[in-house]
């Protein structure tokens, strides 16, 4: 039994073990959000989580101590995400304009239609539908609002999160989102589907990504975000309920 004194001496020295862990996930979650988002802030919830954990944490779980400790670090940095509006509403409905077109287009043209087609579709130049692209960098294929109630009831996270015997990515992917994304994925463009496997299988970062393809980071964030609003027009063309 702990001491107040050795209690936190114990805590000190795991937030001291342990800090590295936080940065390294706040840096994987900030490479896949937009500049906006500020990398200390994620730093500093994280720090949060693994403070939570820290106190939490008994031997008897049967888990690993860092692998409780990474459930609560990324609860605490997506519990401050959703309480940030860190995607402007003036991009955001950009990328929702970009969805309906290439849903509209793959209806007509039964295939994935071609950048010039989007573009043309939105009436837009061809460099003024790449700069929007641009501007969504961060846009991802599940929001939290997509799992709101439709009567604005709990959202799909706040059943999950703060539950340590449920995990939401598990819940999803035992779920028909898996099948439904998967069958989504395989009818990307070549290039956009050899991105998202380097992207979130390899787990590489843009620049790595723009070596293997040839094109500058700026291309890849461009052709991620267009693959992301292909994704998210194939899953509500499956009538998905998770993409509303």
Same mark, same amino acid.
């Given at each position: 039994?702990?001491?107040?004194?050795?209690?936190?001496?114990?805590?000190?020295?795991?937030?001291?073990?342990?800090s590295?862990?936080?940065?390294?996930?706040?840096?994987?979650?900030?490479?896949?959000?937009?500049?906006?988002?500020e990398?200390?802030?994620?730093?500093?919830a994280?720090?949060?989580?693994?403070m939570?954990?820290?106190?939490?944490?008994?031997?008897?779980?049967g888990?690993?101590?860092?692998?409780?400790?990474?459930?609560?670090?990324r609860?605490?940095?997506?519990?401050?995400?959703?309480?940030? =509006?860190? @995607? $402007?509403r003036?991009?955001?409905?950009? #990328?929702?304009?970009?969805?309906?077109?290439?849903?509209? !287009?793959?209806?007509?043209l039964?295939?994935?239609?071609?950048?010039?087609?989007i573009?043309?579709?939105?009436?837009?130049?061809?460099?003024?539908?790449?700069?929007?692209?641009?501007?969504?960098?961060?846009?991802?294929?599940i929001?939290?609002?997509?799992?709101?109630?439709?009567?604005?009831?709990?959202?799909f996270?706040?059943?999950?999160?703060d539950?340590?015997?449920?995990?939401?990515?598990?819940?999803?992917?035992?779920?028909?989102?898996?099948e439904?994304?998967?069958?989504?994925? =395989?009818? @990307? $463009?070549?290039?956009?589907?050899l991105? #998202?496997?380097?992207?979130?299988?390899?787990?590489l970062? !843009?620049?790595?990504?723009?070596?293997?393809?040839?094109?500058?980071?700026?291309?890849?964030?461009?052709?991620?975000?267009?693959?992301?609003?292909?994704l998210?027009?194939?899953?509500?063309?499956?009538?998905?309920?998770?993409?509303?």
């Amino acid at each position: 039994m702990y001491t107040a004194k050795g209690k936190t001496q114990n805590t000190d020295q795991m937030l001291k073990q342990h800090s590295g862990l936080v940065k390294k996930m706040a840096y994987h979650l900030k490479a896949k959000l937009p500049s906006c988002v500020e990398l200390d802030d994620l730093i500093q919830a994280g720090m949060i989580g693994l403070m939570d954990a820290i106190q939490r944490y008994e031997d008897t779980h049967g888990a690993q101590f860092e692998t409780y400790a990474s459930q609560r670090v990324r609860g605490a940095m997506l519990d401050e995400l959703r309480g940030a =509006d860190w @995607l $402007p509403r003036g991009i955001r409905k950009n #990328m929702r304009d970009i969805e309906v077109a290439v849903q509209q !287009l793959e209806q007509k043209l039964s295939r994935p239609p071609t950048e010039s087609e989007i573009a043309k579709h939105m009436n837009f130049s061809l460099e003024d539908y790449y700069d929007v692209l641009s501007d969504c960098q961060g846009h991802q294929l599940i929001y939290y609002e997509d799992f709101q109630d439709d009567d604005g009831g709990e959202h799909f996270l706040d059943r999950y999160v703060d539950d340590d015997n449920n995990d939401p990515v598990k819940s999803l992917l035992e779920s028909d989102f898996r099948e439904a994304l998967i069958d989504s994925i =395989d009818h @990307l $463009p070549e290039r956009e589907k050899l991105l #998202m496997g380097l992207y979130y299988e390899q787990e590489l970062n !843009l620049k790595e990504i723009g070596a293997i393809m040839s094109v500058s980071e700026s291309r890849v964030c461009q052709l991620h975000s267009q693959a992301v609003a292909r994704l998210r027009a194939s899953m509500r063309d499956k009538s998905w309920t998770g993409v509303a």
